[in-house]
Nanobody
Framework: QVQLVESGGGLVQAGDSLRLSCVAS????????VGWFRQAPGKEREFVAGINWSGDRTNYSDSLKGRFTISRVNAANTAYLRMNSLKPEDTAVYYCVAEEDGEAPTVGRYEYDYWGQGTQVTVSS
C-alpha cells in the first residue's frame, strides 16, 4: 500500500549541489525509517544515508559523510537528500527506501519494506 516516489535528479556539473526528494503515499510515514541508496552503471547498489522515524538518528556512508545530508519533514510525508560538491563518480540512480520498524537504514542492510523506482543523477566533468 506504501508507494515511494523520488524526484529532483538531473544533469549537473562537478561542484554543483542537488536536492533529491522522496514522497511517500499510504501507510504511516511518521513512524517509518527512511534512507537512500544509489546504483552506478556496472556497480552494486550502495548505501548512502538513513534517518530514523523521529529524525534524531542518522547514518551515512563513511565516504559521503560531510558532503551529503539526509533530512525529513513528516508532515509532508517527505524525505530529502542534499548533495553538495558533486563529483562525476556520484553519477547513479538514487533510490529511497522505507522501513516500518522506524530504524534508520544503515550500511550493510539491503532488505527494506519499501523501495522507490529511483531518480537519475548525472554529474559531468
Amino acid at each position: 500500500q506504501v508507494q515511494l516516489v523520488e524526484s529532483g535528479g538531473g544533469l549537473v556539473q562537478a561542484g554543483d549541489s542537488l536536492r533529491l526528494s522522496c514522497v511517500a503515499s499510504g501507510g504511516t510515514f511518521t513512524y517509518y525509517g527512511v534512507g537512500w541508496f544509489r546504483q552506478a552503471p556496472g556497480k552494486e547498489r550502495e548505501f548512502v544515508a538513513g534517518i530514523n522515524w523521529s529524525g534524531d538518528r542518522t547514518n551515512y556512508s563513511d565516504s559521503l559523510k560531510g558532503r551529503f545530508t539526509i533530512s525529513r519533514v513528516n508532515a509532508a510525508n517527505t524525505a530529502y537528500l542534499r548533495m553538495n560538491s558533486l563529483k562525476p563518480e556520484d553519477t547513479a540512480v538514487y533510490y529511497c527506501v522505507a522501513e516500518e520498524d522506524g530504524e534508520a537504514p544503515t550500511v550493510g542492510r539491503y532488505e527494506y519494506d519499501y523501495w522507490g523506482q529511483g531518480t537519475q543523477v548525472t554529474v559531468s566533468s
